[in-house]
């Protein structure tokens, strides 16, 4: 009895050593396939010397394979510039004095970086199905450039054992090949949209399926081939992303990194002159050699006597958002703040603060608070077959990770820091010429990430009339303008149904 219950037990202690052996081994598997597929390097690789012999087409017939007009769109570590006949070469490092070049590299890569933080860049390797008979192939994360070649990673053949093997490859935007040099009695349909091996080897089918490529043959953007893989009755279809990677638009703070260099100050004017004043001499007090652009739809031109204000003068009453648009569109710096005619910067208003939220965070644009009006709303979008419903509800939606002080929300006030990119790609509709604000944020919802930190604070001028009587005047024919009419709140819904493809919202 003592020795059955010994032996029981003894062979529980084996069961769980082989259990655990096993979890251990599946699991070293899976971390190294991930680890191989995160280090792949688009090379071509030396086929196994055991076995039937196994190799790649030659690099001659590679390279007339997948150029195009004699550019190699092969995945590469780096790429050249090469020239053929009357074609001008531009080394754009040259541009620079070479010993300058090492800081201008070292700026430049940790711009990338920053651009390539806020983008989700590099995208994670394609995420590979394990062998499910009868096929391994990529779920997710396959991408290839227009007119661009690749390597699909991850096809494998592991169903049962027959007297010859056949599979068939479909595409509909793009050709199907091999690297394998193989005959084409095995590999039928190369460069086709349809490709079938025959073979009666299954090392084989497998060397052919870990090399297979796929070529984009038309010149289209963001479209997504299902490609698919069929042994009988067994389908298997996976995504081709084909789409080019977003260009960065890089900006040089400079050796030193100064603020002047990362910061523009962008504001529009209107019938307020004395107003605009206040506003750059307290800009100046603080900052004094900050760039600062005014847009300005005015009667009379301003003459403003600072070396670091930029004025663009516009047509009479051309508007809100127009004037915005002009603004934007002249600044040269990584960020831009905006700002209102009639703010004025205390000893609050700490513009660094904003930057730094900025340049550690994937935030597009961070707000501040107008004497503690933060104005924060968050945005909820509900889609419907005839057009979507947008709500709007006041507050914040969480807090900003790494900064206790600053939430996550959907719009903020009139007093922002923006990428200046970000912002020039959303844009503010002219067609708004009074009134608008939310509309901006509206139409950034899905392109812009909003941020607000309420510790740093803008003031606000006096509301209170003009003692002056001629800049009283000013201001009651400021006032005139100040509201929307009915006639431009209709034209604004309607805007929202056509533009936006909007229903209601609330």
């Not at 005015?298 to 648009?325: L, T």
Request: aromatic fraction near 10%; charge should be neutral.
């Amino acid at each position: 009895m003592i020795f059955k219950e010994f032996r029981f037990q003894w062979l529980l202690k084996i069961l769980v050593l082989t259990l655990g052996l096993g979890l251990v081994l599946f699991m070293f598997q899976s971390v190294f396939l991930q680890a191989e597929l995160h280090s792949f390097k688009p090379e071509l690789l030396q086929p196994a010397s055991d076995g039937p012999m196994l190799k790649f087409l030659p690099e001659e017939h590679l390279r007339k394979l997948f150029s195009y007009e004699g550019i190699w769109l092969f995945p590469q570590n780096q790429c050249q510039c090469r020239t053929t006949g009357g074609q001008n070469k531009y080394d754009f490092q040259s541009a620079y004095n070479k010993k300058d070049l090492a800081e201008v590299n070292a700026r430049r890569q940790a711009e990338f970086e920053h651009f390539q933080r806020r983008e989700g860049l590099p995208r994670p390797p394609p995420l590979l199905a394990q062998p499910n008979l009868p096929f391994g192939y990529p779920v997710h994360g396959v991408e290839v450039m227009p007119l661009h070649t690749i390597p699909i990673p991850g096809l494998l053949y592991e169903g049962p054992v027959a007297p010859v093997y056949e599979v068939t490859l479909r595409a509909s935007l793009g050709k199907l090949n091999t690297l394998a040099d193989i005959p084409e009695d095995v590999v039928q349909g190369r460069g086709q949209k349809q490709m079938t091996i025959l073979t009666k080897d299954q090392k084989i089918l497998n060397f052919i399926l870990q090399h297979v490529t796929y070529t984009s043959i038309d010149y289209q953007h963001n479209r997504v081939d299902m490609v698919s893989m069929e042994s009988q009755s067994s389908v298997a279809r996976f995504p081709v992303t084909i789409r080019y990677p977003v260009i960065p638009k890089l900006y040089d703070p400079g050796p030193e990194k100064k603020l002047r260099n990362l910061v523009t100050i962008a504001t529009k004017t209107f019938l307020r002159p004395h107003k605009l004043l206040v506003l750059l001499q307290s800009i100046r007090e603080y900052y004094p050699d900050l760039t600062v652009i005014v847009a300005d739809d005015s009667e009379k031109p301003m003459e403003i006597k600072d070396d670091y204000v930029e004025y663009y003068r516009m047509p009479f009453g051309k508007g809100w958002f127009a004037g915005r648009n002009l603004a934007i569109s002249q600044v040269t710096t990584k960020y831009v703040l905006w700002v209102d005619d009639d703010f004025l910067f205390t000893s609050q208003t700490k513009i660094e603060v904003l930057v730094d939220v900025l340049e550690k965070t994937e935030l597009d644009v961070v707000g501040g608070s107008v004497q503690g009006n933060v104005f924060q709303f968050k945005l909820l979008l509900e889609q419907g077959e005839n057009g979507d419903c947008i709500h709007r509800r006041p507050g914040p939606v969480q807090r900003l990770n790494g900064f206790p002080n600053c939430v996550v929300t959907g719009g903020v006030i009139n007093f922002f820091l923006a990428h200046t990119e970000r912002l020039q790609r959303v844009g503010f509709d002219p067609r708004l010429q009074r009134v608008a604000h939310l509309e901006f944020f509206i139409d950034g919802l899905g392109s812009l990430l909003v941020g607000s930190c309420p510790q740093v604070i803008v003031s606000h001028q006096s509301r209170r009339l003009s003692e002056d009587p001629e800049l009283a005047a000013l201001e009651r024919n400021y006032s005139k303008y100040r509201k929307n009419t009915k006639a431009q709140i209709q034209y604004k819904l309607a805007l929202h149904y056509f533009k936006n493809h909007f229903q209601c919202s609330t």
